[in-house]
């Protein structure tokens, strides 16, 4: 048994984690929790003060237990990457955007390993646990860490986990999510394997290699991009058709098996769902493959803002209206139901095609007092009120939040077009407009 996995299972080792957002505080919170002294590195300072001071800004971290573990001293952060030293295994856990031609921004990922590069030891185990491309691990990072003069799977040990954070979930958090665990050799796989089982009470499922990891995780996305895709082609479709896709759906799950219920919606949002398909399509074209059906379904989904904002417009066509000069409210920026999570919403780009047309817009959402969206920060309103929602001419609403009350606002506005059947539960429904 190697020392590093003695260290592991004893709990004397001591962890890292780069990264202090959505994916990496959570998981440095449950190894702190584990037993595990825990050093989270940013390269942003004000969330360095905030983990150091025991304030939280994750939704799914709970705020007492954050302040327990670092009161007790077995969670720090920093923004000195000299301590990466100190760590004997480091989790990395950046951002992967996409850039403006829709191309994987791997900056994050390569800064934080020649980062690391600098501190990194024998017998130190990495973790890339930010989604990437298939391949990311083995073709970018191997080499990085090789030029250290140690080799893998012998000097340290080198893995890809795919995080499976999903805000707002009520049930599975990061530490009874399964996780998946691949490691450039039998060993490396084994090492990580051990420390996730020693962190979670989660099953973790080992693979042959982080390639498969990494594709593994893409396929949990572009399934559920191409299945919203598909819901919201038929959206359109019953739309023209005069049937209610909502019933539709409705009346198809009830059968136990074969079918898992998708909905429509104005686009999606998250870092994973609408980003993840496009590392794909943009690794298969270096082996001259498209990837076609996920293609498709991407073109779908993102045109859903275009396709809300026309409908709006015919709606305000029945008081003779014009977007231009319209005065509209939009209920909910977050990308999914009771977070305060915006990244990627298509209510950002609802709001700004609505702008483009002339229309005068504002957003409540109880969630997220403000929000930046092309170098610009936009303020939500406060509260809402009955004169105030008798003002606009419409209310469309992109997030289906359980804490607002949707019979109040379809009582109080003119009309309402909802993307989200957020107001299936109200009964007077003469001024509401499903997608």
């Not at 973790?127 to 073709?139: A, F, H, I, Q, R």
């Not at 686009?267 to 690794?283: A, E, F, Q, T």
């Amino acid at each position: 048994m190697s020392k590093l996995k003695q260290k592991i299972q004893n709990k004397t080792a001591t962890l890292g984690v780069v990264g202090l957002g959505y994916v990496g505080l959570p998981l440095a919170v449950e190894k702190a929790k584990a037993g595990y002294k825990t050093i989270g590195f940013d390269v942003q300072e004000s969330k360095v003060k905030m983990v150091n001071c025991g304030k939280n800004y994750i939704g799914d971290v709970v705020n007492e237990d954050l302040e327990a573990i670092v009161k007790s001293g077995f969670l720090s952060a920093t923004t000195d990457f000299a301590k990466v030293a100190q760590a004997d295994c480091v989790c990395i856990c950046v951002p992967t955007p996409l850039d403006a031609h829709q191309q994987p921004v791997i900056s994050y990922v390569k800064a934080s390993a020649q980062s690391i590069l600098l501190y990194m030891h024998k017998d130190m185990l990495i973790v890339l646990e930010s989604t990437t491309y298939p391949g990311t691990t083995k073709e970018l990072l191997k080499p990085i860490f090789e030029s250290s003069g140690l080799k893998c799977g012998k000097d340290f040990y080198l893995a890809f986990s795919p995080e499976r954070v999903d805000p707002g979930n009520l049930f599975y958090k990061v530490k009874n999510t399964p996780k998946v665990v691949g490691g450039i050799t039998p060993e490396c796989t084994d090492i990580a394997a051990t420390l996730y089982e020693s962190v979670l009470e989660a099953p973790i499922h080992r693979v042959s290699s982080p390639t498969i990891a990494e594709m593994e995780k893409i396929l949990e996305n572009a399934y559920r991009n191409i299945n919203i895709g598909l819901i919201n082609e038929l959206a359109i479709l019953c739309n023209r058709m005069g049937i209610s896709i909502w019933e539709v759906i409705d009346a198809a799950k009830t059968k136990p098996y074969g079918f898992q219920a998708f909905y429509p919606g104005a686009g999606v949002g998250g870092h994973c769902i609408p980003l993840d398909p496009y590392y794909l399509s943009w690794k298969a074209r270096e082996y001259g493959f498209h990837t076609s059906m996920i293609e498709a379904s991407m073109i779908i989904n993102d045109r859903m803002p275009e396709y809300c904002v026309e409908r709006a417009s015919k709606i305000l066509n029945r008081d003779k209206k014009a977007h231009n000069g319209s005065k509209i409210l939009v209920l909910g920026v977050a990308y999914k139901q009771d977070i305060d999570d915006y990244r990627e919403s298509p209510a950002l780009k609802v709001i700004d095609i609505l702008k483009e047309t002339g229309a005068s817009v504002d957003y409540y959402d109880p969630y997220i007092s403000e929000y930046r969206y092309k170098g610009e920060i936009f303020k939500g309103l406060e509260s809402i009120d009955a004169d105030m929602l008798k003002s606009y001419d419409l209310i469309v609403i992109t997030a289906s939040h359980s804490n607002v009350d949707y019979d109040f606002v379809a009582a109080n506005s003119k009309w309402v077009f909802d993307t989200k059947n957020a107001t299936k539960n109200v009964q007077n429904r003469n001024n509401i407009i499903l997608l």
